[in-house]
């Protein structure tokens, strides 16, 4: 700011908007300017290297034709601390949506009677950009990117940024949502008008991250939460509330309009193509539905809970389709009786239905153990095999901080893991000469074999999923799926690490000579970054040391930590405990 007067950057394909812009930021006015128009990209790239501005303007069809990329790498590269502003002539929801995710300040709608507030309009957002968290030079902050009639304000509840902004989808995060509909509701019961929440859950979505891996599924998540953002008013509230599951809030909604909608989002979301690179894939949705006043609600948290209630419903029933609370709860012609019945017998029948399903699960499990031992003993040299690679995961996981149910998901996972064997005959599975060409192809099909045996056992799905990718490679040369790096279940990388090191030490004895520990770690060393996850193999070695079967001078620590070093998540978290 120089001489009490802002400097603004303008680039637009009609020069005489000159006055307009002149006489709106002229000294009098709340943002008083010196106002710089150009009506090209290139010239403008020359000035903001020539000179600093306070601010920069940009007409919307500039970033429609992709124009804009080159501008916006400069002020990043630069770190030029002004907002990046488009200007458009009607508002436009995708505009905004593309403008959000490319780190674009703020959108201003633009006619002759929006000149009248031009001034007030540009200090205010200069002010917000200002105050506001920025992760690069020219992002603002997220609420600054919000439309403007949902009144998403960091200061409303004193969030942060990154707590109103889910970082994969780009849309509201679940804790911001609830302080919304708090907000809504109160006001709905003060001044007496309708609000309604949807609650969406996207069908059978693990089988996607099962088949397709779990970067195909975050990709697929985001272009739900565009097709969601892109199908709701100007005036809703849409939010990433669990793994896959959406909420929206509708604001002025009876059950009537709410209904409309969500009936339009599960015809629109079946009959979309959503895009994985070149392959097209269609999902469904599920959807509950409540609103008030026609819900009977005592509690703000009423509405959030009912329409996942009513959600429920929807995925029992058969799924793909929208339920109302009302309809859940209340039948006409008669009530629900209350069951009068003691609270310690209630807590009884809980405790005895879940020794049936313990029993159950343990059933299944020594049956899986029996068909593992059945296997193992056919070659004396495997014997024990499963057993080991549990123990050795379990300790990984254990290092790793995981929780008691992930703990045993990898711990079974690694006992069963060559469960598929059993599909595999005699006369290939125990050939002591070098495998052919086509043997081979018929071995590697024992994940997916064991992934077809467990799978249908509901409680050993992990598992399964475990048992299909544990042959898959860190540089995506693996199989079955060829998943690569992270999108390769954190599982199926902790037993393809322990299933390699035992067979190198005892297990392969039987078609290749074994080596001592301190040889089988280096093995995993040498092709870290390859085969196996470096960190994953820090973390098995550090086990190894404190189990003292290996000292700190028996592998290549300044190898590992070099191939850790080059991991571009290194500084991530290994684990991160699941949000339920």
């Known amino acids: 700011m120089e001489d009490g007067f802002f400097s603004v950057l303008v680039v637009d394909s009609h020069p005489e908007s000159a006055a307009l812009f002149e006489k709106s930021l002229c000294a009098g006015s709340e943002f008083p300017a010196h106002v710089e128009i150009t009506a090209s990209v290139p010239e403008a790239l020359k000035k903001i290297k020539m000179r600093s501005y306070d601010m920069f303007l940009v007409e919307a069809a500039f970033h429609r034709s992709q124009e804009t990329a080159p501008l916006l790498d400069s002020i990043h590269t630069l770190e030029l601390p002004m907002p990046f502003v488009l200007m458009t002539p009607i508002f436009d929801d995708k505009l905004l949506r593309a403008a959000k995710q490319a780190g674009i300040a703020n959108l201003l709608v633009m006619s002759e009677n929006h000149y009248d507030d031009f001034a007030s309009r540009l200090k205010r957002i200069h002010e917000e950009f200002k105050k506001g968290v920025r992760s690069k030079p020219g992002e603002a902050a997220f609420f600054d990117l919000t439309r403007e009639k949902s009144d998403n ?153 009912f329409s996942r209630h009513a959600l429920l419903r929807s995925k029992a029933t058969g799924r793909n389709r929208v339920t109302q609370y009302r309809h859940v709860e209340n039948h006409p012609g008669f009530e629900i009786p209350v069951p009068k019945i003691e609270e310690s017998r209630v807590l009884e029948f809980q405790r005895k239905l879940s020794e049936v399903v313990e029993l159950a699960k343990r059933g299944s499990l020594e049956a899986a153990r029996a068909l593992i031992q059945a296997l193992e003993t056919k070659d004396h040299h495997t014997a024990g095999h499963g057993t080991m690679c549990a123990k050795y995961a379990r300790f990984i996981a254990e290092t790793l901080g995981m929780s008691v149910e992930d703990c045993e998901a990898i711990e079974q996972g690694s006992l ?58 860190f540089n995506g040369e693996g199989y079955p799926g060829r998943l690569k790096g992270n999108d390769i279940p954190l599982g199926a990388r902790i037993i393809s690490v322990v299933d390699s090191f035992d067979t190198i030490r005892a297990a392969g004895a039987r078609y290749k000579k074994t080596y001592p520990t301190c040889e089988a770690a280096q093995e995993l060393v040498r092709y870290s970054g390859i085969q196996f996850d470096p960190r994953v193999v820090k973390v098995f070695i550090d086990v190894l040391k404190v189990r003292r079967e290996l000292s700190a ?28």
């Not at 907000?183 to 003060?190: G, L, Q, Y």
């Not at 018929?442 to 475990?466: C, D, N, V």
């Not at 028996?554 to 571009?568: G, H």
């Open 153 to 305: 304000k960091r200061d409303s509840f004193g969030h942060e940024p990154g707590s109103i902004m889910d970082e994969l989808t780009g849309i509201c995060t679940h804790s911001y949502f609830q302080q919304r509909v708090v907000e809504e509701f109160s006001r709905a019961t003060r001044y007496k008008y309708p609000v309604s929440c949807l609650f969406l859950d996207i069908d059978h979505f693990k089988v996607i991250n099962e088949e397709k891996g779990y970067h195909a599924g975050d990709l697929l998540l985001r272009e739900c939460a565009d097709f969601l953002f892109e199908n709701c008013r100007i005036s809703d509230v849409i939010a990433r509330y669990g793994s896959t599951e959406f909420s929206i809030l509708l604001p002025f909604s009876n059950y009537k309009e709410s209904m409309e909608m969500a009936r339009r989002i599960r015809l629109r979301f079946a009959a979309h193509d959503f895009k994985l690179g070149v392959e097209i894939v269609n999902l469904s949705v599920s959807i509950g539905v409540a609103s008030y006043p026609e819900d009977t609600m005592s509690r703000r948290g009423d509405l959030i809970a």
């Open 416 to 473: 069963l893991h060559d469960i598929g064997k059993i599909c595999v005959e005699d006369e290939i599975l125990l050939k002591p000469a070098k495998l052919t060409f086509q043997e081979y192809e018929i071995m590697k099909q024992h994940p997916y074999l064991g992934y077809k045996i467990l799978r249908p056992i509901r409680f050993l799905r992990e598992e399964a999923t475990y048992v299909l990718h544990h042959h898959e490679w």
């Open 553 to 580: 001078g028996d592998y290549d620590q300044v190898l590992l930590d070099q191939k850790i070093a080059e991991l571009p998540d290194k500084d991530e978290p290994l684990y991160v405990p699941r949000e339920f």
